[in-house]
């Protein structure tokens, strides 16, 4: 990632000008995630984690 694009998203983290995070797990995940045996998994690139749980 280059400075300016790397810049540009830690400058909008930092004001919460982060409208691709709208804190709502899409319901596709949940149905996908209730199916599955509970485990560990790491997700590279999560932004704020909204959907870690």
């Given at each position: 990632m280059t400075g300016n694009r790397q810049d540009m998203f830690v400058?909008?983290?930092d004001t919460q000008?982060?409208?691709w995070?709208?804190?709502i797990t899409p319901p596709e995940i949940v149905s996908i995630?209730?199916?599955?045996?509970?485990?560990k998994a790491l997700d590279l690139g999560c932004g704020t984690g909204t959907n870690v749980r």
């Open positions: 400058q909008r983290y000008d982060i409208p995070d709208t804190g995630v209730e199916e599955l045996p509970a485990g």
